[in-house]
């Protein structure tokens, strides 16, 4: 049983799901079935339970069901939303009633909105309580593709060790939006532009800072795992381009003061930590990642997000963090995904995992819950 579990999902209006519930024990779940049932859907919604747009980093405007609205909500805070996601969360401190939900407004565009208990809460407050951690077939191409969605990856990681980071990262990208739309309007007031600059640069090292502690420490747990397991040891260093000046607000300012004419001519803030790229390279072959072949880059992921996932269980008290697993046998021989299993079991993490074929799932028999997914419905699968 893991310490940390949703043990009720609840989907409305939800992409592919009208109305659906999944009750389930604190343990790990396999989704098995077709493509196109649902499975990735739910994953996607339970990860807009915590901190940014989610698995898949969508829109939340084009996450609402196509097909007519179920009508038959419940009275609850997201009762007249456009679409809404709870959950149930059991720790060993207790049970907690937790959702998010786009609400509709005649006045302004949607907003989304969270609540914890039935109060309304902040993205940070989620993050706490309910850590979690994701592999998808898109971030099969992680290491070869451009350096936002590495960024991405590693700011997950970070979050899921320090929880005021997303608040930083928000209050970043606010004051660096005004910023250049001041910039753009020709609107050169010196005292404007010297605050939001102040305020990106505290909260710009914050997050270098943030970055380089929690890969100093994911080094540090990469290492000890070694290469004796399943998965290579990888090693991340942190690309900045800014050297001391990233992690320093003072010199941070100054640089974003000498660049408003040239972002103004650009269009975009030229420098700061929203630019960083995260560099890993395999330890053994002592290559970089993006030279390594695809088997080989889904299992440094799946040692990343391990090794992270130990962090934060040694961190928070043995609790470990929730793991969506989207495909997650796809390139892995056989050694590799019952490897990955049972450190899974070993972790005491609740991990949902997906995949067309249950079998592959066999060696979590009995010690996982089975579900496919039939017309938006959770059905139980008696063997795999």
Avoid at 183 to 211: F, I, K, Q, Y
Wanted: charged share 25%; hydrophobic share 45%.
């Amino acid at each position: 049983m893991s310490a940390l579990a949703a043990t009720r999902v609840g989907l409305t209006n939800f992409r592919s799901y009208a109305r659906a519930e999944l009750r389930i024990e604190a343990h790990p779940v396999v989704l098995a079935g077709a493509n196109g049932t649902g499975k990735t859907n739910l994953l996607e919604a339970i990860s807009l339970l915590s901190p940014g747009r989610g698995l898949r980093g969508a829109k939340l405007a084009t996450i609402q069901r196509k097909a007519p609205a179920d009508t038959a909500a419940g009275r609850d805070a997201f009762a007249e939303s456009l679409w809404a996601v709870s959950a149930t969360i059991t720790r060993t401190d207790g049970a907690w009633e937790i959702g998010t939900g786009l609400l509709a407004s005649n006045a302004n565009a949607p907003r989304r909105a969270l609540h914890l208990n039935g109060a309304p809460a902040e993205t940070a407050d989620l993050a706490e309580l309910l850590p979690m951690l994701w592999l998808t077939p898109a971030m099969d191409r992680l290491f070869l593709e451009g350096a936002s969605e590495r960024r991405r990856f590693l700011d997950r990681l970070v979050f899921a060790l320090d929880s005021t980071h997303a608040k930083r990262a928000a209050r970043y990208e606010r004051a660096m939006h005004e910023r250049l739309r001041l910039l753009r309007d020709g609107m050169r007031n010196p005292v404007w532009l010297d605050g939001l600059e102040e305020s990106m640069a505290t909260d710009g090292a914050g997050l270098t800072a943030a970055r380089r502690l929690v890969i100093e420490s994911l080094n540090g747990e990469l290492e000890a795992r070694g290469g004796e397991g399943a998965f290579p040891c990888a090693h991340l260093a942190l690309q900045d381009g800014l050297g001391d000046a990233a992690a320093d607000p003072v010199h941070l300012q100054m640089r974003l003061a000498a660049a408003r004419d040239r972002d103004a001519e650009a269009g975009r803030t030229t420098t700061g930590p929203h630019l960083a790229d995260l560099e890993v390279r395999h330890t053994a072959k002592r290559s970089d990642a993006r030279d390594c072949s695809t088997g080989e880059q889904k299992a440094l992921l799946i040692s990343i997000v391990l090794a992270n996932a130990w962090l934060q269980k040694k961190r928070h008290g043995g609790t470990a963090p929730l793991l969506l697993l989207d495909e997650i046998a796809a390139h892995l021989d056989i050694n590799r995904r019952a490897a990955l299993f049972e450190e899974i079991l070993e972790l005491g993490s609740q991990a949902w995992l997906t995949g067309t074929d249950a079998s592959l799932f066999a060696p979590l028999q009995g010690r996982a819950g089975f579900f496919s997914i039939d017309a938006g419905r959770f059905v139980p699968m008696e063997r795999a």
